[in-house]
Structure formats: C-alpha cells, structure tokens
C-alpha cells in the first residue's frame, strides 16, 4: 500500500503518504547537512590563518577556477529545477534529459575540483601542510564527496524513471534527490563567498 | 496549489540570472572596486544570504505541501544553529588572544 494516493490535488511526489513524508524526513536530513558543513566552516574560520610554513590563501587560490566552479555549480542547480518541472508535467524523457544536462555541469565541476586538488598539492598545499590546508580540503572535500555522491544517486534514479515511468514514489525520489542537489550549490555559495573571496581580501 | 503554477520555469529563470548577477557583483566587489574590507564583507555577505534563500524558495520548494511550516521552521532552526557553531567558535577560539 505504500504507493496508495490521498490526494490527487498536490504535485505527483506529494500524492502517497510515504512519498510525502520521505521529502519531510529529508528536510530533516539536510538540516544535520547544515550543521555538519558548519562545524566545517567554523573549523576553517578559525585555522584559515595557521599556515604554518606552507602557501596561503591568496597564494594558491584561482579566481578564474572558482569562478567557473561557480557558475557550472550554479547552472546545474538551475537545470536541476527543469527536472521538477519535467516531473510535473509528466515527461519522463524530458526529465531524464535535464537529469543528463545537470549531472554533466555537475561532472564538470568536479574535473574543475579534481584540478583544483592537483594544482595546491604541486602549490604545496595538501591536507598535511598545515591547519590552513586540513581546514580547507577537509571543507571542500566533503562537498566535493557529496557532489560525487549526487551524481552516482542521479543516474540510478534515471534508470528507475525509465523502468518504473513517473509515480508518486519515484517522484518524490527525484523530488528528494533535486532537494539534495540544490542545498550542494547552497553550500557552495558559502564556500565561493566566505572560502574565497574572503580570502582574497 | 495546483501542478500548473509550480510547473512554470519562469521562477527557475529569474532565480538563476538574479543568481549569476549576485555571483559577479561579489567578484567585482572584492576584487576590482576599492571599498573598505569591512563593507565588502557585509555586502557579500548580504548577497549570500539572498542567493540561499533564492534556492531555499525558489528551487528547493521548500514552502510547499502540507508539511512546510515544519519543514521552514526547522530549517531555520538549523540555520541558527549553524550560525551559533560557526561564530561561536571564531569567537570563543580568537577572543582575548588573536590568532594568525
């Protein structure tokens, strides 16, 4: 009975109890993800300065990097919501495509990040450097797993929206699943903002 | 609520351009314009409010069902929460004896 419908006047993922209170329950979820990327933060507010003798900041920082980081984190969030509105309208293959488009951008952020990583290790920044380097990567490398983690969560979704069509389990699955994408580019926003333009003043 | 409403990309749009503006306007700030550090801050600051909350709203749908007063609340609540880790603990760790 689980996918049973009470009400057919709400979006498709509202329509079964158990959909509706899976999104619920993982409002919840990405409340604990808000407290754990803040003792991330709060870590790294207050090592940011302990470089010991390796770079700082400004020094191993590339605001053009960031700045695409940024922008392809910003518009995979933005074709994510295309894939709620797919949903909606009950197009599986319209959905499954902007779900591609998203995960590509997303993709592509991660080859920005995996750069990123080579290029402070050769910079002499690496998790072992200094407080500065632990609170950093510690930082971005936990967001960088979620991204992944969203990615390999995406396709398996897809494939369940091929095999199962739209319902209001596997529609309240994507729903949780954009919920997730979305709060990354979020998190991301603090980092562009506090991580790096902050460090650059 | 009905599916149509929610259907639009209309929202999707705006959220993005308004996010890109925010996004470049801060860039421009602290790198090209000679503002005092303090004011950059607090403007960049305030732009990362508003690009969050543009996601929180306008993406994450988080203000919709029957469930979003708990669902609003409790992200707030965690919100704060977050807050009172991040600058309680600057604050605890620098007051009286200044790090870096």
Not at chain 1, 69 to 97: D, E, H, P, W
Not at chain 1, 154 to 178: D, E, F
Not at chain 2, 18 to 46: C, D, E, Q, Y
Request: glycine share 10%; charged share 10%; net charge neutral.
């Amino acid at each position: 009975m689980e996918s049973k419908i009470t009400n057919y006047s709400v979006p498709t993922e509202y329509q079964s109890e158990l959909g509706k209170m899976n999104i619920l329950g993982f409002w919840i979820f990405i409340a604990a993800e808000i407290i754990l990327f803040a003792t991330l933060f709060a870590l790294y507010g207050v090592y940011h300065n302990r470089t010991a003798e390796g770079p700082t900041g400004p020094e191993v920082f590339v605001i053009r990097d960031v700045m695409i980081q940024t922008i392809l984190l910003l518009t995979s969030s933005f074709t994510c919501g295309y894939v709620i509105t797919s949903l909606r309208k009950g197009n599986v293959k319209s959905a499954n495509i902007w779900i591609g488009i998203t995960l590509l951008f997303g993709l592509g952020f991660l080859v920005m990040e995996i750069n990123e990583f080579i290029h402070y290790a050769h910079a002499g920044l690496t998790i072992q450097t200094s407080a500065f380097g632990s609170s950093l990567l510690t930082l971005l490398g936990t967001h960088g797993a979620h991204v992944t983690f969203g990615v390999v969560w995406a396709i398996l979704l897809a494939i369940q929206l091929v095999q199962r069509g739209i319902t209001p389990i596997t529609a309240s699955k994507v729903h949780i699943w954009s919920i997730y994408w979305h709060f990354l580019d979020v998190v991301w926003i603090f980092i562009f903002t506090f991580v790096y333009l902050g460090g650059l003043m | 609520m009905n599916n149509k409403t929610h259907a639009s990309g209309v929202g999707n749009i705006i959220g993005y351009v308004i996010g890109l503006i925010l996004t470049f306007a801060a860039a421009w700030l602290v790198l090209k314009s000679s503002l005092a550090t303090s004011m950059k801050w607090t403007i960049i600051s305030i732009f990362a409010i508003i690009q969050a909350g543009l996601q929180l709203f306008m993406f994450m749908h988080m203000s919709e069902g029957e469930d979003r007063d708990t669902k609003v609340v409790h992200t707030i609540y965690a919100i704060f929460m977050g807050i009172v880790v991040v600058f309680g603990s600057i604050w605890v760790m620098t007051a009286g004896h200044p790090i870096g």
